[in-house]
Nanobody
Framework: QVQLVESGGGLVQAGGSLRLSCAAS????????MGWFRQAPGKEREFVAR????????YYADSVKGRFTISRDNAKNTVYLQMNNLEPEDTAVYYC?????????????????WGQGTQVTVSA
């Protein structure tokens, strides 16, 4: 089993930045693909970003491309999401997820483990 714990959320003004962390425990996730998803009130969960185990392949939703950066530190068993130039539309609960098969897709159903989420609120 893998446990994922997100941190780093909070309240920020539009144009500000936050860095989310996702710490994995239970087993190493260095060979897993990792993803970030978010869910805003009244909306379905949506894909944000994903990264393969090698860190050489990243992919972003169009809505965050150029503003968000996903990265990982396999030695620390941690994945990060650097969020810059935040917009009120980015307000959501952010979840990290792990895909043990390493597929690194943007479909939530392909991920095996999920964290509890961290709230990000961006004020206008």
């Amino acid at each position: 089993q893998v446990q994922l714990v997100e941190s780093g959320g909070g309240l920020v003004q539009a144009g500000g930045s936050l860095r989310l962390s996702c710490a994995a425990s239970g087993r190493t996730v260095s060979s897993y693909a990792m993803g970030w998803f978010r869910q805003a009130p009244g909306k379905e969960r949506e894909f944000v970003a994903r990264i393969t185990w090698s860190t050489s392949n990243t992919y972003y939703a169009d809505s965050v491309k150029g503003r968000f950066t996903i990265s990982r530190d396999n030695a620390k068993n941690t994945v990060y999401l650097q969020m810059n130039n935040l917009e009120p539309e980015d307000t959501a609960v952010y979840y990290c997820a792990a895909d043990r098969a390493g597929r690194a897709l943007q479909y939530g159903i392909t991920y095996d483990y999920w964290g509890q989420g961290t709230q990000v609120t961006v004020s206008a």
